[in-house]
């Protein structure tokens, strides 16, 4: 690749490194010049532009990206298509992440211009959480790079995986002396309880009893039998010594002890056994608190099926001071972050990025009265045998959307009879005499809580699918300037549009028949633009005309 500065008359097909706001238009960095934009250019003075031209060898920053975050990742990981370089890895179940740092810093160190960040190993994550990101840091990289770092990402072992929360019959001995409250008791019962139900498993029998050996061993009998997976101990005092009353008590009910203590603070006394499959864990004092302790890092590998020998537990000590630091991510504390620029408005300190997919939610507005198209309502005008309305309404289900509302106005009735079955939401808009914003308005007012943005997307665009809106999704990221995304064809922006939180109050605020497309042009330094390799976001179905010639295209 070959960087720098371009003389004009040589500048089609360059990549361009910084974005000119011109009077004619905003050409963005990033973008691939067209003689087009080079004449726009030209005309405004322009003999010469920073940017990138790649060689033959070369593969471009997406399509590097994208191959490389599918070798690395593993089961039970999904990946959002790659844009500006950037693949995400995300957490298609809820479970532990594993992968082999050496690996992980052997494929970084293959050229500076592609990185892999990975959450820590054996952290837990929750369907959906972003596990890692991939980034190709220019515009492109030399084919023989690719082909070396998917060779580390290929080996015979997955790079990446999630493993598996199993839903487990967990037993609970909880042992007393003199002057133990049965409150204690009963917090302890019900931190252990919220534990265990965000890995899917659940507490199917509990015992107290004394706190001697062999009560301890006829206790731990007992959840055998009632067919208890794994079996958790919480003494009365605790254990300091691997043949003290707790250990003594899982050797009498036939068990033998693996590993006593962990560098892990707090969680320093923790016991591990096993009676046959079954693991046995003595709990340290700290595991009576929900806060993250050594007691976690058990717990969370043995549900998942990973082995937790004497020689796991004693590589935990790298991050094992945990009294200083905030509470990690767990599934049951996680606050998702919220976008940068609202929170900086706001006069609060910047969030972190979030750290799942962007909860993207869909309004579908279709409250028009179809002047133009006659007597016909264009919303129920087949296309291949199926109502315009509806299929777009499909077409949007498909997506990884959260949420679809439909914006009903004109004949509602109808459009609900044609969507009967679809998992939509509806709002009724009783000015949708007054234009297209009166619609939005009423939709933006039913967008669920917690939505990071909303695609607006247009009833009379039944050829936009689902890839376009994904395309879209994986594009927004407000963390890094991209709050607007807007879909284009040979440069001619399109519909629909998503925008970010942060425009939801003035999204309301709208008048007339325009909608919110003027906030694009208000907004352009967080606007981002995805070209679409066919006219499907150009095609509002306005005229007869143009009802005639989609139908006679989809014949």
Known sequence: MRFGEIPIDEAAGAILAHSHRLEAKTIKKGRVLTPDDVQVLRDAGYTEVVGAQLDPEDIGEDQAANRL?????????????????????????????????????????????????????????????????????????????????????????????????????????????????ESVLDSTLEVTRSRLHPMASELCHEVRCGHTRVEIGK????????????????????????????????????????????????????????????????????????????????????????????????????????????????????????????????????????????????????????????EINKLLAPIDGIAMIRRVVDNVAESSVISTTVVLGHEAGRLREVLAGAEVEYVENPDYGGGLSTSLKAGMSVIPDGTDGVIICLGDMPMVDASTLDRMIAAFDPVEGRAIVVPTRRGKRGNPVLFGRRFFEEMTNVSGDVGARHLIGKHEDVAVEIEIDDDSVLMDVDTPEALAKLTAGSA
């Not at 532990?96 to 740092?101: C, E, K, L, S």
């Open 219 to 374: 206790a731990v009998e007992a959840c055998l039998k009632v067919q208890a997976e794994m079996i958790l101990i919480s003494g009365a005092s605790a254990v300091v010594d691997r043949r003290d009353v707790v250990p003594a008590g899982i050797e009498a009910a036939g068990g033998k002890i693996e590993h006593f203590g962990m560098p892990v603070d707090p969680g320093n006394l923790m016991l591990i056994g096993r009676i046959g499959d079954v693991p046995v864990v003595g709990l340290p004092g700290c595991a009576r608190s929900p806060k993250l302790n050594g007691f976690d890092y058990v717990l969370q590998r043995l549900i998942a099926g990973l082995p937790v020998t004497g020689a796991e537990v004693m590589r935990m000590g790298v991050g094992g001071l945990l009294k200083d630091i905030p509470t990690r991510p767990m599934p049951r504390t996680r606050r998702r972050a919220r976008d940068m620029d609202e929170d900086m408005e706001d006069g609060g300190a910047p969030p972190q990025p979030t750290t799942g997919r962007p909860r993207i939610a869909a309004l579908v507005l279709a409250g028009g009265q179809s002047r133009r198209m006659g």
């Open 69 to 181: 975050a599918q070798a690395v990742a593993g089961d039970n990981l999904t990946l959002s298509k790659a844009f500006t370089g950037r693949a995400n890895l995300f957490a298609a179940k809820s479970g532990v992440v594993v992968y082999d740092p050496a690996r992980l810093d052997a494929f970084n160190s293959v050229d500076e211009a592609v990185t892999l960040g990975l959450v820590p190993p054996y952290q837990a994550v929750e369907a959906g959480q972003m596990v890692g990101t991939l980034k190709i840091i220019s515009f492109a990289v030399p084919g023989d790079t690719v082909l070396i770092t998917e060779a580390i990402a290929r080996r015979d072992t997955d790079f990446v995986i999630v493993a598996p929360f199993r839903p487990t019959r967990v037993g609970l001995v909880q042992t007393t002396l003199p002057g133990t409250k």
